[in-house]
């Protein structure tokens, strides 16, 4: 029976210290969790963070655009008007409908000044250079 006493004895210690361990591992796993969730918790609110800064800086941009588009519009109008009396050969008068065809061949012809363009083609390139010399940009 001392045996059998002993025997009990030494295994409700044994429980009894599986029983520490697995609570300090388990303290430990619970630490280990809490620590993780921190690091995530700061890791949202940096990336919420960036987000908002990114949909400012966005909105920024949106209004630029828009002011830009404004200025755009302006400019081409301005051009319109400035150049409402010149015909480029094979062309109607400017409009908004062959505006950018019109600027089209207004650069080619531009950027090929070394051809040997027309008495009358000549004067048109100098006469929208006129024309256009009033636009501030």
């Known amino acids: 029976r001392l045996i059998l006493v002993a025997v009990l004895r030494k295994g409700r210690e044994e429980i009894a210290g599986g029983q520490r361990q697995t609570q300090g591992h388990y303290e430990k ?34 209004q630029n655009n828009e002011s830009l588009l404004k200025e755009l519009a302006g400019l081409s109008q301005a051009l319109i008007s400035s150049l ?27 950027s090929n000044l070394e051809r040997d363009y027309s008495p009358e083609c000549k004067a048109l390139l100098e006469s929208i250079k006129q024309a256009v010399k009033g636009i501030h940009v």
């Open 29 to 62: 796993v619970t630490q280990s969790h809490w620590w993780l969730a921190q690091v995530a918790a700061v890791q949202i609110t940096s990336m919420e963070s960036n987000l908002k800064t990114i949909e400012e800086e966005n909105k920024l941009i949106e």
């Open 84 to 110: 409402a009396d010149i015909q480029l050969p094979q062309m109607g008068p400017i409009s908004e409908q062959n505006f950018e065809a019109y600027v089209n061949t207004l650069t080619d012809m531009y």
